[in-house]
Nanobody, 120 residues
C-alpha cells in the first residue's frame, strides 16, 4: 500500500506565501517523479509543477517565477513553496507521484488534497 499525505494548506492574503509538503509512505521501491496539481471550483484539475528523481522541474506558465518545487528523495517528500499568491491560486492542491512498487510495478498515486485559499 502507498499513501501520499499533504500538509501546509490554509488561508492567506494576496501577496503572501505558503509551503505545501507531501510525504510518500508504504512499500515503495522507487519514486520516478512527484508533483503538484490543483483544482479550483468548477474547473478541471491542472498541473502546477513536477520534479523528477534527478531534480528536473517543470512548471505551469501561471506559476513560473512565483512557485518552487523541491524534493527530498531520502525522505520521500516533495514541497511546493508558493510566493506572491494571487486569488486565482485558490484551489485544492493535490500531490501526485509515479511510484514503482516491488511486486505491482509502476503506478500513479494521489494524495487527498489540501485547500489553499487566497483572499484579495
Amino acid at each position: 500500500q502507498v499513501q501520499l499525505v499533504e500538509s501546509g494548506g490554509g488561508l492567506v492574503q494576496a501577496g503572501g506565501s505558503l509551503r505545501l509538503s507531501c510525504a510518500a509512505s508504504g512499500s515503495i521501491f522507487r519514486i520516478n517523479f512527484m508533483g503538484w496539481y490543483r483544482q479550483a471550483p468548477g474547473k478541471q484539475r491542472e498541473l502546477v509543477a513536477t520534479i523528477t528523481s534527478g531534480g528536473s522541474t517543470n512548471y505551469a506558465d501561471s506559476v513560473k517565477g512565483r512557485f518552487a518545487i523541491s524534493s527530498d528523495n531520502a525522505k520521500k517528500m516533495v514541497y511546493l513553496q508558493m510566493n506572491g499568491l494571487k486569488p486565482e491560486d485558490t484551489a485544492v492542491y493535490y500531490c501526485n507521484a509515479q511510484i514503482v512498487r516491488i511486486l505491482s510495478g509502476r503506478g500513479d498515486y494521489w494524495g487527498q488534497g489540501t485547500q489553499v485559499i487566497v483572499s484579495s
